[in-house]
Every structure is written in structure tokens, then in C-alpha cells.
């Protein structure tokens, strides 16, 4: 039986047998892939019956406060290391961490025909105000700071920096134009393959070394069983099409 065929069938009979016995969970995902997970989880409620609650925001803010005690039972993360921590403080259940998507970064600015398409904008300068996510919490933030150091940019630039809480806020400081231009994740500013609007770089891979974003189960989880089968069902043939609908690259 092909993988697709296996992956079809245990699907179906997680959805058959949670029809009485819908369970609810409680998810921190990375604000990165805030929309992606946002339809994967309406779809998976769908198939399943259970109730997956979902909170977004930067994975260091995430990381602090499952070490505090918070009820998640799932960690999805912008990156490696955040979960690898968790692991090391034995907080995550063993054989549970994967990597889901791989990250891009994206230069974008709201305004039409502002940011050129080989990011020439970008070191010449040219600009009031430049966003990126938070590095100290937020591995696109990261990300952004490696390109800027690597195109030797870093203190021509710094006085015009903005950092935002994760790239959820960072979009929303370029959104409403209050920045001029930033760095965000691509899947926050693609459809259907294209940029949404505004004009945009896509920056080279060779800039910043690649951001592999891993998931796990937390030993705290309110209902392993239920948390497994999203597990599951996150390496299914239709979220990882979703997963490269939104610009990520698949793992």
C-alpha cells in the first residue's frame, strides 16, 4: 500500500473513532505560520470532531512560558533550538520533535514598486525605517539580522531599526506603512503562489542559514492520544501541500 493509501486510512479511523469521544487541545504555534495553521487545524477539527485552540505568538515568549507551566500540548516553533531546549529540560515527550516546514524570509513593504527585485533598496539605504522581529525571541528575527551583517549593512542601518514582538507585529508595522519597509516570513504575504500586494525580495538562501521550524508533544499535554493524531496528521499529503501553498519549503 502506497504512503498517501496508509496516510488516507488512518485518518479515516481517527475520524471515525473520535465522533463520540471529541477531545480539546491546547497548541502554541509560532506566529510565522499563524494562517497555514489556522486552515490545517479547521481541517483537521473537521475529520476528527476535536477542538485544537490555538495561540500565536514568538517561540522564545512560548519556550518561557511552557517552562512556567503553561497548558500546551503541542510547541510548534520558528526554529530548532527552542524545542531542543524544552527537550533538555525534559519537557518534551521523547521521539515527538519533527520538523514541519522550513522557513523563507522576505523583504516586504507595503508600498507598490518601493523595494526592488534584488534588494538593492536595502543597501543603498534609502529609507526611514526598517522592521524585522525581535532576535532575542524570535528566530526570524534572527534570521534578518544574519542578512544584514552578511551584506554588511548592520551599522549603516541599525538607527533605523524597529523590532516587533515576532513577524505577526512586524507585518503589521509594514502593513499600516508605519515602517517602511521590513523583514517577515513569505507566508504572511503570499496567495496562490504570488505576493498579495505591496513589493517585495525574497532573500537567497545563501544569506542566513536555513530556518528548519520543529514541533513537539509536551509532557503537560491535556490528551497525548488527541495530540498525536494532529501529529499525524501534520505529515499528511494534504498539509504539506499547504505547507508549500504558503511559500515554506517542504522538510
Known sequence: MRNFEKTGLLLF??????INFAAEINVAVASNFGMPMKQIVAEFEKRTGNIVNLSLGSSGRFVAQIVNGAPFSAFFSADQSNPQALE????VIDGTRFTYAIGRLVLW?????????????????D????????????????????????????????????NGENVAQTYQFISTKNVDL??????QIISDGEVKNGSSWLVP????????????????SEDI???????????????????????????
Not at 109 to 125: A, M, P, Y
Open 182 to 187: 521590513g523583514f517577515v516570513s513569505l507566508s
Open 205 to 220: 538562501q545563501s544569506l542566513y542559514k536555513p530556518i528548519l521550524q520543529d514541533a513537539v508533544i509536551l509532557k503537560r
Open 225 to 251: 492520544e488527541t495530540t498525536r493524531q494532529l501529529m499525524l496528521f501534520m505529515k499528511s499529503g494534504y498539509v504539506r501541500n499547504k505547507i508549500e501553498e504558503y511559500g515554506y519549503f517542504k522538510p
Open 13 to 18: 479511523l481517527i475520524s471515525f473513532c473520535s
Open 88 to 91: 533538555n529540560a525534559g519537557l
Open 127 to 162: 529609507y526611514a525605517t526598517l522592521a524585522f522581529a525581535n532576535p532575542r525571541v524570535a528566530p526570524y528575527g534572527i534570521a534578518a539580522e544574519e542578512v544584514l551583517k552578511r551584506l554588511n549593512v548592520t551599522k549603516g542601518t541599525n538607527h533605523v531599526w524597529v
Open 109 to 125: 513593504s507595503s508600498k507598490i514598486h518601493f523595494i526592488d527585485g534584488n534588494g538593492e533598496k536595502l543597501v543603498r539605504g
